[in-house]
T-cell receptor
Framework: EAAVTQSPRNKVAVTGGKVTLSCNQTNNHNNMYWYRQDTGHGLRLIHYSYGAGSTEKGDIPDGYKASRPSQENFSLILELATPSQTSVYFC????????????FGPGTRLLVL | GDSVTQTEGQVALSEEDFLTIHCNYSASGYPALFWYVQYPGEGPQFLFRASRDKEKGSSRGFEATYDKGTTSFHLRKASVQESDSAVYYCALGMDSNYQLIWGSGTKLIIKP
């Protein structure tokens, strides 16, 4: 089974500050994804990647950047954090196309004050 | 566009009850269908998937059958346990789309 880890698990940030959320996967999956989960909205895709060096915009990319420096690592960057970005963020990885299974990390709980 | 509908926002059952969570989909082609389970404080966990009409997926006592005729993939379990308390998500994947389409989730509560 795929192993996806996220750090930090909890983060408190100030408005206007920079936040970096990190994700690591050890099963050599090509695809990686960043989601946020909010009550009433379910899971929403922010950015995704097909492999090292690639990043693509998902449904709600505004205010977020992504970086995929290697097969294993995928970061989500909030250059200027806002309180509306308070949420739980999940990283996922998947082997192949969108019809293949995605494996999720444990999540990062972000509070922007 | 493609969509997934879970009609029950919450289901409350007693231990050993039979569970059905309804999932209906709308898609222009032939999607893969998934069930994920999310326990409190954790990420969604893959339960199982199906990609062909009449294919049955199953795991941990849960099962669902892909039904193209009724565009459904209902989750069932014969006898629920307290440990099954969680939120269950149905999802759809189409090769023509870059992302999974998620249902709104169904919270399963097992009454003591």
């Amino acid at each position: 089974e795929a192993a996806v880890t996220q750090s930090p698990r909890n983060k408190v940030a100030v408005t206007g500050g920079k936040v970096t959320l990190s994700c690591n996967q050890t099963n050599n999956h090509n695809n990686m994804y960043w989601y946020r989960q909010d009550t009433g909205h379910g899971l929403r895709l922010i950015h995704y990647s097909y492999g090292a060096g690639s990043t693509e915009k998902g449904d709600i990319p505004d205010g977020y950047k992504a970086s995929r420096p290697s097969q294993e690592n995928f970061s989500l960057i909030l250059e200027l954090a806002t309180p509306s970005q308070t949420s739980v963020y999940f990283c996922a990885s998947g082997e192949g196309g969108i019809q293949d299974t995605q494996y999720f990390g444990p999540g990062t709980r972000l509070l922007v004050l | 566009g493609d969509s997934v509908t879970q009609t029950e926002g919450q289901v409350a059952l007693s231990e050993e009850d039979f569970l059905t969570i309804h999932c209906n989909y709308s898609a222009s082609g032939y999607p893969a269908l998934f069930w994920y389970v999310q326990y409190p404080g954790e990420g969604p966990q893959f339960l199982f998937r199906a990609s062909r009409d009449k294919e049955k997926g199953s795991s941990r006592g849960f099962e669902a059958t892909y039904d193209k005729g009724t565009t459904s993939f209902h989750l069932r379990k014969a006898s629920v346990q307290e440990s099954d308390s969680a939120v269950y998500y149905c999802a759809l994947g189409m090769d023509s789309n870059y992302q999974l389409i998620w249902g709104s989730g169904t919270k399963l509560i097992i009454k003591p």
